[in-house]
């Protein structure tokens, strides 16, 4: 049985609309039915049921989706196994990034690899910590940035310490502090990133502090700054996301009274079955992240507050 039915049926029950499956895979849509068709009769039982606004997976479908799965994975590491073997210069690798790595660190990154080896394909998946770990445990990325936390069930590659700060508008009372104690947050509007489970977002520096006041929840870190200009609340960013930031605007930024932080890493399945893209596209972000480790002029102080 030919593997490409088994891709076709995955990215089916990935977009759940036929016409967009065979769009993203360079089909006609009646290929795509066809080959679906084909595909129950083989195995003797439905996988899709068509519906006027797309298709729903049945309960078989289902069933054989996380199998298809781990089967396309490992198809896709025999593939660039047999390719290593011939040149280490062609394949295709997804990785999963959140926004301030994407902003800060994919670009000299990925400029590295493709000068080095031009026909490589990186994929980037964005999506929040919650997400990204999901789509690595079901192998729809070879890696993904990620932060430390309890209990991972891949493999965390530590890269980097970035310390939280407390964003405050410049008029704010808070700023009379010179570091910011964490129950003198209390009662005061707290604009939240939601990285999709609380886990992983700054819910777990501010969960003891008493009455607190989640006064909004927000998927994108950048998005928080105008808030707090406009007097919504103060939030809680990483030193990377705030390198992000390049207009003027009213606000500053406070180190905590005991600092606080993220370990941001790779999280990969297994090293040792890694393809050798993934452990090239490994070694190449390890050896940058040490690099602006350093770097005075890719580390600099946040402009809009000189003192930190």
């Given at each position: 049985m030919s593997i490409h039915k088994y891709a076709v049926f995955a990215k089916v029950s990935e977009t759940l609309n036929l016409s967009q499956a065979a769009k993203e895979l360079n089909y006609t849509q009646s290929s795509v039915s066809q080959i679906i068709s084909g595909l129950e009769k083989e195995l003797g039982m439905p996988l899709i049921i068509r519906t006027k606004g797309g298709v729903m997976i049945t309960e078989c479908g289902q069933r054989l989706l996380k199998p298809i799965k781990e089967l396309l994975h490992w198809n896709t590491i025999i593939d660039n196994t047999v390719q290593s073997m011939q040149a280490v210069d062609e394949g295709h690798i997804k990785v999963g990034v959140f926004s301030s790595v994407l902003l800060q660190w994919i670009p000299p990154i990925l400029k590295e690899i493709t000068s080095a080896h031009p026909r490589i394909e990186v994929e980037l998946i964005q999506g929040d910590y919650s997400t990204l770990e999901k789509m690595l445990e079901d192998n729809q990325l070879d890696c993904t940035f990620m932060i430390e936390v309890p209990e991972q069930s891949a493999v965390f590659l530590p890269l980097y310490n970035d310390e939280f700060f407390v964003i405050l508008h410049k008029d704010h009372p808070l700023c009379e502090y010179e570091r910011i104690p964490v129950e003198a947050l209390s009662k005061c509007p707290l604009i939240l990133i939601d990285e999709g489970d609380d886990k992983f977002d700054t819910y777990q520096i501010v969960k003891d502090v008493k009455q607190l006041n989640i006064q909004y929840r927000i998927k994108e870190d950048f998005g928080a700054i105008p808030m707090v200009e406009n007097?919504?609340?103060?939030?809680?960013?990483?030193?990377?996301?705030?390198?992000?930031?390049?207009?003027?605007?009213?606000?500053?930024?406070?180190?905590?009274?005991?600092?606080?932080?993220?370990?941001?890493?790779?999280s990969v399945r297994s090293l040792q079955w890694a393809t050798p893209l993934t452990q090239l596209f490994i070694d190449t972000t390890m050896k940058f992240v040490e690099h602006y480790s350093t770097s005075p002029q890719l580390n600099k102080p946040f402009w809009f507050n000189n003192q930190l």
């Open positions: 007097g919504l609340g103060i939030c809680i960013l990483p030193a990377l996301s705030l390198r992000n930031i390049h207009n003027d605007c009213d606000v500053v930024a406070k180190q905590f009274a005991v600092p606080r932080s993220r370990t941001l890493g790779i």
